[in-house]
């Protein structure tokens, strides 16, 4: 930067991850929010947590996404919540709008009958949009293509525990591709022809099936008593997407952006309403090798209405190893247990 002779990075804690350093330890990380501006006051709320836990020590650069523009008031109020970068970016709406190739009138009987099945957000179309975005998209984004890990935050989230090691490079030096905390079942109704696309795919993907994958997990119907919440051999087990420590490289390989080119084709994030979590599960689960996916029990986290809640000194406002505080039928939406059991606690 200047004409001074380079030192070499040093990973210690101290001056080295100041915000402005350009020699800092900080590895090639982002947080990353896709957000609305009527969701100020929710982002302002995780904020808080995620930069009183940890970026307050490491001070990761923040990139804030949104279909819109950002309003002035947004951006001045998310500025004050952090002494380290920001950037505010509108997402190219090639990336947003929907596909050509999906006919309104074949959406809307869909959204009849997914109603009337119950499934969630089925009706409104900006949600699927998310969704397939999410899937797809967001590591296309032009701001982002120099930038290979990123950790999502949505609004409304809670952040528990302090973080005193830099989970960017925790991600690195231990090779790994995903990081969760949640792990659960989906309703099944929102995914139903997911799994017969993904073995569409993969009858004539065969290579791409990593050798130590977690299929197990993917198409486990035995060790839930009520199975009839499987969706077409699919456990409906996903990582939880509103949180996700990740390697945008595994996005941007050639099998997971097959994978997604396949099943946008088909449809299914209109006509059904496939989310971006079981869809990165499932991508993760059959293209990666399951050593590559940590579960980060030590990251206390809550998205209404699930936790993960470590036991530990660390953690302030959780209850340890409350997995819910919503009705009774939830306690049974956890889906850790089957990714123990099939892949080890990583
Ligand atoms: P839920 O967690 O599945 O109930 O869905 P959310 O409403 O939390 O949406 C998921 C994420 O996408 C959040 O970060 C939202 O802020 C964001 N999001 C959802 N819909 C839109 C949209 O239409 N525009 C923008 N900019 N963000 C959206
Ligand atoms: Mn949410």
New binding site residues.
Partial sequence: ITGEPEEPLQRVDGDNYAPDNPKSARRNATLL?????S?LE??LMSMRDLERTFNSKFNYPWLF????PFTQDFMDAIRKETKAEVRFEQ?PKEH?EVPPWINNDLYLESVQLLLSQNV??MS?V??H???RW?SGFFYKHPALLNTRYYW?????VHFFCDIDYDVFAWMEDHNKTYGFTVNIYDSPESVQGLWPETQKFMAEHKEWLAPNNAIKWLQDNEVRPDNHRVANGYSTCHFWS?FEIGDMDFWRGPAYEAYFNHLDRAGGFFYERW?DAPVHSIGLGLFEDASKIHWFRDIGYQ??PFFNCPNSPKCKGCQPGRFTDGEQWLHREDCRPNWFKYVGQG
């Fill in positions: 929010s896709l957000v609305r501006n969701e929710d982002m996404l949104n279909d819109k997402v947003w969630q957000y409104k900006s949600y949009q998310m969704c999410n999502r935050v949505e609004p409304h509103n989310g998205h209404i």
